[in-house]
């Protein structure tokens, strides 16, 4: 209405000025200042920035740019790096994330950095103070942060949340997610939802009980909370909030209370449904003939209401798990298109080798085919039911006796797919999944629970499948189940995925090399050697007319710690550190030419 | 001769005028006209025998040197300054007594010799310094503090400890206060920096006593004496630089 106002008392010539600033405003407000809940929900469509952990609350990891695309990525270069410094190097397993002008990207050992955007130079840091006595299983990694009104959010290793301010990078509240001493630990990316904080637990090896907990973002202070283990008592509000199913309904005795699930890998989110779902790990121990039943909600895609924190529906991959399978997979919202009809759906490549694709609004199987060239585990999943059709490959009971009989199995423990995120494109219609082909021989031993000690109860070593090759970057039709392409890796995966609307594909090798690939064909477009292992999880954004492309390189993860054969083949790769950024080369004289 | 390097000579002329300005440093301390620039700029200075620094002449345990300051017979003390010229960090604590007397006990850790300087602002601005010179064969800041080899911050970290007793003069009480913290200076390889920046006492009815803020260089475990005005119990609470927060309170 004031516009109106102001555009009938002036010349024709200044309104298309006034409209001009007008817009100008709104497209700076549009990337500065606080982020909002609006702004997190749309992030995906809004290239200028990156606010969240997979491109997305859904998690697709699609980006709209077009400027590097299948045609000009041969002239992608590098515009900056970054090194994380110090001797701390390890996995770096993390997502920048882009707001205001700056990068936040988070590395090992539980540190955060700030840099600016344009030119990489470090702006704050935070290192967390680590306790000798942490005990993450699987490296100590941190897979990013989130952002909400002026803070950036991130866990660290002994098992806290840390909410920083984004210009000073001063802490602005702390708070404990549980005692690292009992093995808890978190290395997760958070993801907000309506002004909360979500987050998991990991410690999965060390009988914790997974759960997963939402607070206020602004404050720290707690919501809700909702154990992912049949028999624990869920809070709203401070006050009692119903257990989470029925105790010892699929869990025997008192193996529950140290039943694992845990939530290691985060959520993601469907505006639509108002549903967080979360994977959740394996139960414990390992020794599945310590606790006959489905051991709910291991193995799970646990899909829970944001407002009241009760579980609307859940899907089970793996009843009571034998293999380490943990289904912690990220599951993702798209619309699947099949026979004319548009369904609301979510897929999820789980750890045990099977591509599901599930209704999101109710949990219901819609389709479950394999991703990865072998299963000795199962034969299929039976559509009706939901359940894994087995296929007699479990170790051995060890009784009373210091080993159970061997079996070999396959994936191995490492999964079909372990942590690194998958893409979906809308564009393509492909699903872009990690994979990797390996087995393990597993047994079974005797195991009693003890505070903060590895609680496995099994022995195993992992085999690679092939010679060739151990990962495969596949491009999967989530309505045919079929493979439409595949990218052969000597090394495992271990890598994050990121597809673009310009026919792209981006990941990271163990190797070194970030890679793209067109997203159609499979076909290898694109390479750069970073200098050490690429384990993290490439994203994208654009700035003054530009596109870049950003990926945190250096090796690490749970694949040299426990990966048997395999951790001989990669032990040669260099450790490293730091945060690479690629754009298109722009010759300098077309810069000076152009001004 | 251009010019250029006239105007130049002439800037030194001028800079070293105003540095001239500041009263010669009964220390003789190399780092004096850095710390004076640092800490001091624009304002006004001056060395004052009222304002004292008690501490051993020589360290006997570089990470833990007991320090004493004091600024008794100075009216009006609206805050205390603690730097030690040579450490790679200099500042020390900053103190603003309120209401309490204008003397802190403390121990820090020390790099190598330096003066130990405390300079006490009064209400109308003027910054009192006094200050002695500490031998020490160093090392204390960037050695990994204690607390990387014991692990009692693991499980105790930001425990008070306190006592309280009447002062010899009966014209108030003193506090020592001992908190576990690895005070890290961020110094040692692969350690990062993590210390307790703030401590306020208040008393019983929430009016604070006096404020503390503390850096780097104070030892670990921190053990602190005040002396305070008045009597009964006193509330502490405080937090470290990660957001770790403690409060407790000091009955007599």
């Not at chain 1, 600033?21 to 497209?27: C, K, P, R, V």
């Not at chain 1, 942060?145 to 991130?154: G, K, S």
């Not at chain 1, 496995?456 to 392409?485: N, Q």
Request: charged share 20%; aromatic share 10%.
């Amino acid at each position: 209405m004031s516009s109106n106002a102001v555009a009938s008392n002036v010349a024709g010539g200044s309104i298309k000025a006034l409209a001009g600033l007008a817009l100008a405003a709104s497209i700076s407000s549009a990337f500065a200042g606080p982020v909002t809940d609006a702004m997190i929900l749309n992030d995906q469509n809004t290239p200028n920035d990156v606010l969240t952990v997979g491109m997305g609350t859904t998690g697709q990891r699609f980006s709209s740019s077009t400027q590097i695309n299948s045609d000009t990525v041969v002239d992608l270069v590098p515009a900056w790096s970054f090194s994380f410094g110090g001797e701390k190097q390890r996995g770096q397993e993390t997502q920048a994330l882009v707001h205001d002008g700056k990068i936040f990207i988070t590395g090992s050992y539980s540190r955060l950095w700030a840099l600016d955007q344009k030119t990489g130079s470090k702006l704050w840091s935070y290192e967390h103070r680590l306790p000798e006595g942490i005990v993450p299983c699987c490296d100590v990694v941190n897979r990013g942060a989130a952002l909400y009104d002026n803070l950036v959010i991130f866990g660290t290793l002994d098992a806290k949340l840390v909410a920083l301010n984004a210009d000073t990078g001063k802490v602005v509240w702390t708070e404990t997610i549980d005692d690292f001493k009992g093995g808890y630990s978190y290395t997760a990316a958070p993801l907000i939802v309506k002004g909360k904080l979500i987050t998991g637990v990991s410690g999965g090896e060390f009988g914790v009980v997974g759960r997963i907990e939402a607070r206020d973002a602004k404050t720290g202070k707690m919501v809700w909370s909702r154990p992912t283990v049949e028999g624990h008592m869920g809070y709203l509000n401070g006050k009692e909030n119903g257990i989470s199913g029925k105790t010892n309904a699929t869990w025997p005795g008192d193996l529950w209370k140290t039943g694992g699930a845990a939530t290691w890998l985060g959520c993601t989110y469907g505006a639509d449904t108002n549903l967080i779902y979360c994977g959740t790990g394996n139960p414990a121990p390992w020794n599945a003939f310590t606790r006959p039943g489905d051991n709910l909600y291991s193995t799970s895609t646990v899909a829970i209401n944001a407002d009241n924190g009760k579980i609307e529906w859940s899907y089970q991959g793996t009843p009571n798990d034998h293999w380490d399978f943990d289904g912690v997979n990220e599951f993702i919202a798209f619309d699947l298109k099949k026979d004319g009809k548009t369904v609301k759906a979510g897929a999820k490549a789980d750890r045990n080798g099977f591509f599901y694709v599930l209704n999101r609004e109710n949990g219901k199987l819609l389709a479950a085919s394999p991703f990865v060239t072998k299963q000795t585990w199962a034969s299929g999943v039976d559509l009706k039911t939901g359940r894994p059709v087995e296929s007699n490959n479990r170790p051995g009971d060890p009784q009373k006796a210091e080993k159970g009989s061997s079996v070999f199995a396959a994936p191995s423990f490492l999964g079909g797919k372990n942590w690194m995120p998958m893409a979906y494109s809308g564009q393509t219609g492909l699903f872009y999944v990690p994979a990797n082909e390996w087995g393990m021989d597993i047994w079974n031993e005797p195991i009693t629970y003890k505070k903060g000690a590895a609680y496995l109860g099994a022995g195993f070593t992992i085999k690679p499948l092939y010679d060739d090759y151990i990962g495969a970057l596949r491009a999967v039709d989530p309505a045919t189940g079929k493979i439409v392409w595949e990218y052969k890796n000597p090394a495992p995966l271990w890598g994050g995925v990121m597809t673009t609307a310009g026919n792209l594909v981006f990941t990271g090798t163990p190797e070194g090399f970030l890679k793209a690939f067109d997203a159609k064909t499979g076909k290898e477009l694109w390479k750069f050697q970073t200098g050490s292992g690429v384990v993290g999880q490439p994203t994208t954004w654009e700035q003054d007319g530009e596109q870049y492309v950003g990926v945190a390189s250096g090796w690490g993860g749970a694949v040299p710690l426990w990966g048997g054969e395999v951790a001989k083949k990669v032990k040669d790769i260099s450790q490293g550190g730091s945060f690479w950024v690629f754009k298109l080369h722009k010759s300098g004289k077309a810069t000076v030419a152009q001004q | 001769m251009s010019t250029l390097p006239l105007i130049v000579m002439l800037c030194l002329v001028a800079a070293s005028a105003s540095a001239a300005e500041l009263p010669a440093d009964p220390l003789n301390s190399p780092a004096w006209s850095t710390i004076a620039g640092r800490y001091f700029k624009g304002q006004t200075v001056a060395f004052d025998a009222r304002v004292k620094v008690t501490a051993p002449s020589s360290a006997e345990d570089p990470l833990d040197v007991p320090v004493q300051i004091s600024a008794e017979g100075l009216p009006d003390v609206q805050e205390m300054l603690v730097v030690a010229d040579l450490n790679p960090i200099q500042k020390i604590l900053s103190y603003e007594p309120l209401r309490a007397a204008p003397s802190l006990a403390f121990r820090f850790k020390v790099e190598q010799s330096t003066p130990i300087r405390v300079a006490a602002r009064t209400r109308d601005g003027v910054w009192h310094l006094g200050g002695v010179w500490l031998s020490a064969a160093g090392g204390g800041c960037t050695t990994p503090s204690y607390g990387s080899a014991d692990p009692v911050w693991q499980t105790r970290l930001n425990e008070v400890r306190g006592r309280l007793w009447p002062a010899d003069d009966h014209t108030g009480q003193r506090l020592r206060l001992r908190v576990i913290h690895p005070m890290d200076t961020g110094l040692a390889n692969g350690i990062p920096a993590f210390y307790i920046d703030r401590i306020v006492l208040s008393d019983a009815k929430g009016v604070t006593l006096a404020r503390l803020n503390t850096f780097e260089p104070v030892s670990e475990n921190p053990v602190l004496s005040f002396d305070l005005r008045g009597s009964g119990a006193v509330q502490v609470s405080g937090g470290d630089i990660q957001g770790n927060t403690f409060s407790a309170e000091i009955s007599p």
